[in-house]
C-alpha cells in the first residue's frame, strides 16, 4: 500500500514514516485494505513494517487506543473498488441514458463501502472466508440488499447464479454476531405479494441480528428498451403493498418491540396516505434509503419553531427566496414555507415543483433531479435573491447534478445565487432566513 501524504505533526510524521512509503505490515499482520489496517491499528502499541527503496524499516508509536496515525493512502479503500457481478433486472444504471459521466455507470458491490459509507451489498462477490473476516474484525453492521428470501427467484431476480446460495451468510453474520440492515427493492409481480410475505418472515427470523429492514419500490426510468419488463404499481396497489407492510410491522412491534419491517416515504406518497409521525420510525436507521426522511424533516422542522424569535431577529429587511424541490417532497416542503411565511410576514417563499423529465416523470426523489429540469422549469421565473435546492441533487463532491451540469453553471444560468440544503430540518430554516454556517458557528 503506498503511502500518499504523512499528516504535519501526526504520529506517523513523528516516528519518521515517509510520503511514497509502501505500508506492508502493522504487528505482524499484512495490510490488504482498508479493513485490515483500521482493525489493526486499533492496537496502543503498534509495529508499523514500510518498504523504502526497496528495503523493509520498522517504526513503532505508541498512541490512544482508534487514534489516527495520520496517513493517507492512493485510494479511500487502500484497494480497487469490488464492482457488481450481477444484471439485477430493477438496476438503476442499467436504466441511465448514454453519454453521462463515466463514474456514474461504475457498479460497486464492497462490503467495504457498506461499512465505510452506507452502501448496500449483495454478497454475490464474497467468498465464505471474506465473511469470516468481518465476523472476526466484530465489523458491524453490513448494510444487505436482500431483496428476496427464495434462493430460485434471488438468482432470476440478480441474474447472478450465486445469488441464492449466498443467503447462507445472513445466518452466519447472525451466529457470529455482525449486525445486519436488509433492503427489499419491491419489483410488481415479481417480489411481492407473497413472496414478499416469505422474505419478510425469512428476516424477521434473524431478528435481532437483522435490526431493520427496508421495502422501497424499483425506480423505473423511462430508458428501459431491451429490459425486463418491470411495470409500476398502480395506486391501490401501492396502497395494498403498503397495508401488507404495516401490518406485518405492528405484529413485529408486538413480539419484538420493535417494527423491524419500514415501507419507504414514496409508498405512503404514492397511495396517498398520510405519512406517520417520527416515532413510528424508531431510530430511523433506513433513512438513507428514503424511509422516514419527511418525518424526520417534519420533526426537526417544529424543534426549531420553538426557536423561531432567534431566526427572526437575525433578519435583516425583506427576503424574498425560492425553493426548488422533487415531485414526492413537493406538498411537505410548501407546507414549512407557509409556516414560516405566517410566523415572518418580512419572509417571501415560492416553491417550485419540479417534474423530472431527465429520467421520467415516474421518478419523483428530489435526490434525482438534474440541473437540466431545474434549468429548463426555473428559467424565466422570479426566483427572488436565493434559490434553494437540496443538497442531495449533487454528486462528485458537490459540485456536479446527475446530468453533468456544474452547479455554478446552473447559477450563472439562472441569475441566482444557489444555496444547497440538508434534508434537515434546522439546516433548511437556516437557509430560509439566509443564516450562514458561520454565523451559526459564531452563535455557538
Known amino acids: 500500500m503506498r503511502i500518499t501524504r504523512v499528516k504535519l505533526h501526526s504520529r506517523a510524521e513523528a516516528a519518521g514514516i515517509l510520503a511514497g512509503d509502501f505500508l506492508q505490515s502493522i504487528n505482524g499482520h499484512p495490510i490488504a485494505d482498508v479493513l485490515d489496517y483500521r482493525f489493526y491499528l486499533a492496537d496502543r502499541k503498534i509495529s508499523l513494517v514500510v518498504e523504502r527503496d526497496g528495503v523493509p524499516m520498522t517504526f513503532s508509536i505508541v498512541k490512544h487506543e482508534y487514534d489516527d496515525i495520520g496517513l493517507d493512502f492512493e485510494t479511500p479503500l487502500m484497494d480497487k473498488k469490488h464492482s457488481c457481478t450481477n444484471k439485477c433486472i430493477f438496476c438503476f444504471i442499467d436504466q441511465l441514458p448514454r453519454g453521462l459521466r463515466d463514474t456514474l455507470y461504475f457498479k460497486d458491490d464492497d462490503s467495504r463501502l457498506s461499512f465505510l459509507h452506507g ?14 473476516r468481518i465476523i472476526a474484525m466484530h465489523i458491524t453492521p453490513i448494510n444487505i440488499s436482500v431483496h428476496t428470501t427464495n434462493p430460485d427467484l434471488r438468482v432470476l431476480m440478480m441474474k447472478n447464479k450465486h445469488a441464492g446460495q449466498v443467503l447462507s451468510y445472513l445466518k452466519r453474520f447472525k451466529e457470529g454476531g455482525t449486525h445486519m440492515r436488509g433492503q427489499i427493492v419491491l419489483c410488481r409481480g415479481v417480489n411481492d405479494g407473497a413472496e414478499l410475505d416469505r422474505t419478510m418472515r425469512d428476516l424477521a427470523a434473524l431478528y435481532p441480528a437483522m435490526d431493520s429492514v427496508s421495502v422501497v419500490p424499483a425506480g423505473l426510468t423511462k430508458f428501459r428498451d431491451g429490459l425486463y419488463p418491470l411495470q409500476p404499481f398502480s395506486k391501490e396497489e401501492t396502497a395494498a403493498v403498503l397495508a401488507q407492510i404495516v401490518s406485518f410491522g405492528d405484529d413485529c412491534l408486538k413480539k419484538f418491540g420493535t417494527r423491524l419491517i419500514f415501507p419507504a416515504d414514496e409508498l405512503y406518497l404514492e397511495a396517498g396516505v398520510p405519512l406517520p409521525d417520527a416515532e413510528f420510525y424508531e431510530d430511523f436507521t433506513q433513512i438513507e434509503n428514503g424511509v422516514g426522511m419527511i418525518a424526520s424533516l417534519r420533526s426537526e422542522f417544529g424543534i426549531e419553531m420553538d426557536f423561531i424569535e432567534e431566526y427572526t431577529e437575525k433578519l435583516i429587511g425583506e427576503r424574498r427566496i425560492s425553493v426548488a424541490t422533487g415531485v414526492a417532497a413537493y406538498d411537505t416542503i410548501a407546507a ?32 434525482l433531479l438534474t440541473g437540466k429540469d431545474l434549468y429548463d422549469q426555473l428559467r424565466g421565473k422570479d426566483l427572488g435573491d436565493e434559490l434553494l435546492l437540496p443538497a442531495c441533487t449533487l454528486r462528485a463532491d458537490r459540485d456536479l447534478f446527475l446530468c453533468g451540469m456544474h452547479r455554478d453553471t446552473l447559477e450563472r444560468d439562472l441569475g441566482v445565487k444557489l444555496r444547497f440544503t440538508e434534508n434537515d430540518g434546522a439546516d433548511f430554516v437556516s437557509a430560509v432566513f439566509g443564516i450562514s454556517d458561520a454565523q451559526e458557528e459564531e452563535n455557538k
Not at 431527465?358 to 421518478?363: D, P, R, T
Open 336 to 367: 414549512l414555507c407557509k409556516r414560516l411565511e405566517a410566523i415572518c410576514p418580512r419572509l417571501h417563499i415560492t416553491v417550485y415543483r419540479i417534474v423530472n423529465h431527465f429520467f421520467g416523470e415516474s421518478i419523483t426523489v428530489a435526490g
Open 119 to 132: 452502501n448496500y451489498v449483495t454478497l454475490t462477490n464474497m467468498t465464505a472466508a471474506e465473511v469470516e
